[in-house]
């Protein structure tokens, strides 16, 4: 039986073995993760914890609805074997909520075709082989990016100040983004703080022969994965393979340890394309997109 918990309700300690040991185990599930991003967050319970469903929650003009927070990559259902029933989960979530907008995972696989699920895409890259047999993969404006980067001296900077990468962002991918608020950024801040106290995300910083940043990221690590959370160049120097060089570094350290790369995800097709010129492979996830609201879009865009 499915039941709703609200998060004060939650017994966090089953809650947080079922998300790491979960066939679908991923870092955004945690409760301490969520905690920080979510304005507010409750669980569908399957059983004794069998397996759960994490939903962000804001209210608007009286209205509880289900939202997608920001540095949050994916979500969906968490369970201890593949028997899940999916759609028992989405029939109590649209008991629940009127309004859902949130995204699964990689590995909530639903053939079924439904008109509440929209397909998106994101680029991983296995790293299970040695650096040079993955470098091959590169494709040719690659490793003319590296041999750039190599020629104009880039240094790499692990362990820098988050405050530098979030200045970056919003001096340059923060403009294009003007809906990426300033109570965003602190929330940011705040969960790559956390991250590097646990041991489960890192800083990496580009900086050039006059000791300027010009491209940094976040990375986060969990089980075999790593993945790309958040990550910027300066937009005025980015002629000498910047972006290629911070991705290349962070490939070249992780694949020690780890089986896959994930980019972090884009359905656009320029930013797919450069991910997918690492040698990555594109893999599909679905993001649901409910409305039993007749005013939703005066309600979302108000």
Known sequence: MITYVKRQDLNVAKYNVC??????????????????????????????????????????????????????????????????????????????????????????????????????????????????????????DRKKDLRKAQNANLVEKWGDSPENLIQLFKNNVGKRTPYITGKDYIVLEKLINTCIKKGVGEMLSIYNEENTLVASGFFLKHQHKVTILVSSTDFKHRKNGENTFLIDRAIFKYQHKYDIFHFGGSSMESIAKFFLSFGAETHTYQQIKYSNLPFLVKLFKS
């Not at 028992?88 to 439904?114: G, P, Y």
């Open 19 to 140: 998300i790491e040991n979960s066939i679908q185990s991923n870092i955004y599930g945690f409760s301490w993760y969520l905690d920080i991003v979510a304005d507010t967050w409750a669980i569908l319970v399957l059983d004794d914890y069998k397996a759960v469903m994490p939903i962000p929650i804001r209210k608007k003009y009286g209205i509880k609805y289900v939202y997608p927070p920001f540095w949050l990559l994916e979500l969906g259902v968490f369970s201890l074997d593949d028997s899940i029933n999916y759609q028992s989960f989405f029939d109590m979530l649209f008991k629940k909520f009127k309004a859902v907008e949130t995204r699964l995972n990689v590995d909530n696989r639903i053939s079924k075709s439904t008109v509440f699920l929209i397909d998106k895409q994101m680029q991983l890259l296995s790293i299970k082989d040695d650096y040079e047999a993955v470098f091959d993969g590169y494709r040719k």
